[in-house]
């Protein structure tokens, strides 16, 4: 077990985890891992959603010695989980019933709250549940009030980090809700993620999420139009690329989707139907708030003309392709 030690900010309290690091700072928290070590005090868990990101929290959830039991609507896409150990449930409240905590990853924010009314069954006082999809403040409320209408807890947890994070483990929980719960999934959350924050009540976390997938939905914008630029100038792209590693724009995302992007190839990580719905879930944020949003919706535009163009289910990255056209 590696050392914890502790950071702090300014008025901070400090709290040291059993292998965490832990710095608060005014109603927000976050927790670190510190090592890679996956030990865990078993609990049943639920896990509702096999999509690209389902799959391999799951698994990762089943490897650390947890004891899942798995549904997702098309049965089929269980597959990969119930073969690395998991239960197969037949339906949502089958799964609840079965857990102590139920974490969902799916798709939109209608498909969230039609899981959070079909699982309402099979949850009680005692139990949690934990929506990790990316969806509104709005319906992470409307979540929230079915889930604890049963007497269950209900933490929000949408995830920045795609589909290698995820198999990695190293996913970052941008968390809200029931802080209790929070503390209970202590456990789970540093399994499939190298980072979580507490920010609150239930929607900061979705807010949170959907501004950082604003600026990275604007920023792909950018480096298609970018990309394209240099190569309508008769500039290399592989060279543009090696530019922009070295400057102060280098970023993750650019080093690990630029060179597919420059091949033309976009196979899906995070799915273009999905980048585009965050972009219209940040927008509505912003009109609700009268903030102006002029490069988050030329951006928006984009992804919505790519959607056109059948593009739904490739990367995000695919944007170049409306960009180009
Ligand atoms: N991919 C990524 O890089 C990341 C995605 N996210 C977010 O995580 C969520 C899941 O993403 P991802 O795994 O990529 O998505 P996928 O499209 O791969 O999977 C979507 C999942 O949602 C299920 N689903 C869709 N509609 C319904 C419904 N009405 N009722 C029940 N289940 C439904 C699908 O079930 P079925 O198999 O039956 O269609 C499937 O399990 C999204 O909110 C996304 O924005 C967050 C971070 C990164
Ligand atoms: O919601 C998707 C996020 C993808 C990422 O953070 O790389």
Known sequence: MSCASALSHARTSIVLGRRNTVHAHRRSSVVSRATTEKTSTPMKLAFLGCGIMGVPMAKNLIAAGHDVTVWNRTESATKPVVEAG?????????????????????????????????????LSSGKGYVDVSTVDAGTSRAIAEVVRSTGAEFLEAPVSGSKKPAEDGALIFLCAGDEGLYTRCTDPLDVMGKA????????????????????????????????TLADKSDLSQETLLQVISLGAIASPMFALKGPSMVAGNYPPAFPLK?????????IALADELAQDMPVAAAANELYKRARRDGCDDEDFSAVLKAVKK
């Open 86 to 122: 998991a239960t197969l449930a037949k339906t949502a409240s089958e799964a609840a019933r079965a857990a102590d905590v139920v974490f969902v990853m799916v798709s939109t924010p209608e498909a969230a709250l039609a899981v959070a009314h079909a699982a309402k069954e099979g």
């Open 196 to 227: 979580h924050f507490f920010l609150g009540d239930v929607g900061q976390g979705a807010k949170m999420k959907l501004v950082v997938n604003m600026i990275m939905g604007s920023m792909m914008g950018a480096f298609a139009e970018g990309l």
């Open 274 to 282: 999905h980048q585009q719905k965050d972009m219209r879930l940040a």
